[in-house]
């Protein structure tokens, strides 16, 4: 039952083509350096630099990942991306509800599913975004909050080889705030006990459940070593090949 650590990175609403190209071959050439690495790479660059980090990839164990998509596979949706676009443009994965598309384009749990099942379809791995606000933590409402969003955001037919779930807590992304490693380890627990009852036990113990929120070189050690938890969705520190590099080679599962 060997799940695979995921190193992910997320690059959001950032760089332009000279620097995601520079971007990009840096950490491939770091990652060829690796050799064999234990585990997956992967990076989510903008739509705009997709086909040109593809490019930049070739020839390193580095995955290609959008970071949104749209439930349909063509037609009159003015700005927005399909699946088989994507696909395409030689991803593998895409993310779907995380939070910031949540808050900044309030993305419904119903919805996210619909991309979750789109991606599927056109032959894409879904990661699918869940985590509490401060409030909701604070309330000792996030192990409710993370399982409504797994019951309404993950498609009845998601199995460890389509679906990678993310438990990114709101207050912790891009704020250089972490739960402790108990609180993920809880939470990661429990979101994998939400999934045994939704889609059995076998796909449960083989989907990867990444934690992200503030993933740094200096804290990947605690988080990435917890028995739940199979790799990182990594923001920030993810513009920066040493850094992403880094969190990789400290995490211990590399
Ligand atoms: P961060 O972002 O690493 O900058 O906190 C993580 C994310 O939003 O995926």
Redesign the pocket.
Known sequence: MARKTLI?G?W?MNGLLADGVDLAKAVAAEVKKMGKPGCEFLVCPPFTLLTSVKKALRGAKVALGAQDVHFNPKGAHTGDISPLMLKDAGCQYV?VG???RRADHKESNELINKKAAAAYEAGLKAII?IGETLAEREAGKTIDVCKAQILGSVPDNADGTNTVI?Y?PVW?????KTPTAEDVEEVHAAVRKVLAKKLGKGNANKMRILY?????PGNAKEFLSLPDVDG???????LKADDFIAIAKNSGQC
Request: net charge neutral.
């Open positions: 992910a997320n959001k993310i995380h939070s910031e975004c993310a990114e912790a992304i891009g704020t250089g992200g929120g503030s993933v740094k990182a969705l990594i923001g920030g520190a993810s």
